[in-house]
């Protein structure tokens, strides 16, 4: 069983940055995708990045790309999502989840086995 703890959401102005970082416990933290799923008010799911159990491949949507950027630290137990330019419409509760296998399937927000608690990120005008 996975737990994850994210963490450094909060509220900024548009154009600010953040950056999320996401501990997981176990010793298998190195073996998982690792995924970046939002949610907005009145809004679905949508996976907002996504890195393979190496670094080597990550996903991120054309919201995003260019924008947010995914990365992880296998010997922390840690993966991080650096936000850039941010505006309003990235106003949402961000999820860290994980997942074992690297397909398709990780651009799904519902794919994933293990989530965090959340953390919310406000974005002003």
């Known amino acids: 069983q996975v737990q994850l703890v994210e963490s450094g959401g909060g509220v900024v102005q548009a154009g600010g940055s953040l950056r999320l970082s996401c501990v997981a416990s176990?010793?298998?933290?190195?073996?998982?995708?690792m995924g970046w799923v939002r949610q907005a008010p009145g809004k679905a799911r949508e996976v907002v990045a996504a890195?393979?159990?190496?670094?080597?491949?990550?996903y991120s949507p054309d919201s995003v790309k260019d924008r947010f950027t995914i990365s992880r630290d296998n010997a922390k137990n840690t993966v991080y999502l650096q936000m850039n330019s941010l505006n309003p419409d990235d106003t949402a509760v961000y999820y860290c989840?994980?997942?074992?296998?690297?397909?398709?399937?990780?651009?799904?927000?519902?794919?994933?086995?293990?989530w965090g608690q959340g953390t919310q990120v406000t974005v002003s005008s």
């Open positions: 890195i393979n159990w190496s670094g080597g491949n990550t």
């Open positions: 176990g010793r298998t933290f190195s073996t998982y995708v």
């Open positions: 989840a994980s997942r074992r296998d690297w397909s398709p399937a990780v651009m799904g927000a519902n794919e994933y086995d293990h």
